[in-house]
């Protein structure tokens, strides 16, 4: 046993309370109530960074919520590797299905349940740990390293994806690390390489000039709900195939190698049925296998609705207005500029007679992708490997996190897609977990990835 890994070891019970004293504090970004706990999650994180031996802390202002950034720079001849994460979490309705208050985290299984365990404080805590074990055994590191902390990436990131093309210097390094992805399986270290791209919008239907009687309108009245709902059925036909023109045009197939490897993982497609999805069938593109339509193939969704009257009892309005959330998700090639206005066109073409919609972008952002070969990648999958005791896998990622795309767009660097959450942690859902296994091999993984970085 390396000194780092005992340091880690010994250090174990202190790392998983101040984890847990992290994840009491609510930092929910999207709710404006909640911004002061945004504020003091970004000071908690500043003062870790300190503690860990980093140097330049910085809690950045921003129009909205704070960035973090720190940096230590004295190890010549070595890379540099920016780590980035999120503090920020997303709300937790509905509260009633959590089975332990989602900010006092609770124990149970050997896993933590608290709201943000693993999207994002548990997994960016593993790199603040990592980077003080190495520094209180050392007195140094052995790469050169810069933080980058983020309190907006539940809302779109806009603030960070100012500050990149600003601050292309400060931030310049040769690769960036992100742990805000899951391992495929429970004991099989992943290294995700591909992320889907993702335009989020919100549509808002308008028609009347307000709620009308529907006994005295109904029959001539457009109703802005029923509008909108007939235009989100035009967008996608029963077998889950998107409808508007060309949104399929640069799609890039996954290589025929790297769906082999797909399908030698240890997937059970009636297990995932029933564990992950909990429905009575998988529904999307036909002819395509699960992995290929949740990590390589585009989607359209709807992610709520919302117009007219949905109190108790009866109220017989035509609704003058209705909003419905929306996203595509992008695979590698897709450029959201160039799809942006074919929605336009679309909506346009095929909003109902009476009805009026404006499309308000909320979120765009390209998918990217690593090369497997990437030296970078073969020492992050070789550290997995010594951690866990199995061979580092391969995957792809269907979720979007923005920030990838920008560090490749401003910064010319690939990221390191090294995740310790498993498939059923229930991100963004009631009682989000992390295994703390994890949390502790993760520590374990990091140190070790830095140290085999270090010039020979």
Not at 3 to 14: D, G, Q, S
Not at 45 to 71: C, F, M
Not at 154 to 164: D, H, K, P, R, T
Not at 299 to 311: D, K, L, S
Request: net charge negative; hydrophobic share 40%; glycine share 8%.
């Amino acid at each position: 046993m390396s000194t780092t890994e005992a340091f880690i070891n010994e250090n174990a019970p202190r790392f998983q309370e101040e984890l847990f004293e992290f994840l009491r504090i609510p930092s929910i970004s999207t709710l404006p109530e909640h911004a002061d706990d945004v504020r003091r999650a970004a000071e908690f994180v500043a003062s870790k960074l300190r503690d860990a031996g980093l140097e330049n802390v910085e809690v950045i202002p921003t129009d909205k919520h704070p960035l973090v950034y720190a940096d230590w720079l004295h190890a010549p001849g070595a890379p540099t590797v920016l780590c980035y994460g999120h503090f920020d979490v997303q709300p937790v309705d509905p509260i009633d299905e959590w089975k332990s208050p989602p900010f006092e985290p609770t124990v149970r299984n050997g896993s933590v349940y608290a709201r943000g365990a693993a999207d994002d404080k548990g997994q960016l805590y593993i790199h603040i740990k990592a980077i003080e074990a190495l520094h209180a055994v050392h007195g140094k590191l052995p790469v050169n390293v810069k933080v980058l902390i983020e309190g907006e990436e539940e809302v779109g990131g806009e603030s960070i994806s100012a500050y990149l093309p600003a601050n292309r210097a400060k931030l310049k390094a040769d690769v960036a690390l992100v742990s805000d992805t899951s391992m495929y399986a429970a004991g099989l270290p992943s290294l995700d390489i591909g992320l889907r791209g993702m335009i989020y919008q919100e549509w808002i239907a308008t028609g009347p000039a307000q709620d009308l009687h529907s006994g005295m309108y109904g029959g001539a009245a457009p109703n802005a709900v029923f509008g909108l709902v007939e235009l989100l059925a035009k967008c996608k036909n029963a077998a889950g195939v998107c409808q508007i023109p060309g949104f399929y045009d640069d799609v890039e197939p996954p290589a025929a190698a790297e769906k082999e490897s797909w399908d030698r993982l240890p997937f059970d497609e009636t297990e995932y049925l029933r564990t992950e999805v909990g429905s009575t069938r998988l529904t999307g593109e036909p002819g395509y296998s699960v992995m290929e339509r949740t990590w390589a193939r585009p989607t359209f969704e709807v992610h709520g609705i919302g117009g007219g009257f949905t109190g108790p009892g009866a109220k017989t309005v035509i609704p003058a207005k209705a909003v419905a959330k929306v996203s595509m998700r992008l695979v590698p090639r897709q450029d959201p500029a160039a799809i942006l206005p074919l929605i336009r066109k679309f909506v346009a073409a095929n909003t109902p007679a009476g009805i009026s919609v404006t499309i308000r972008e909320l979120n765009a952002s390209p998918a990217s992708m690593v090369s497997p070969e990437n030296v970078f990648i073969q020492k992050a999958a070789l550290a997995l490997t010594d951690t866990f005791g199995v061979e580092t896998v391969f995957t792809r990622c269907g979720g979007s996190i923005p920030v990838v795309g920008e560090f490749d767009e401003f910064l010319g660097m690939p990221t390191i897609l090294m995740g310790f959450g498993l498939p059923d942690d229930g991100l963004h859902g009631p009682n989000e977990k992390f295994l703390l296994d994890n949390f502790q091999k993760g520590i374990r993984t990091v140190a070790h990835f830095f140290e085999s970085l270090a010039p020979a």
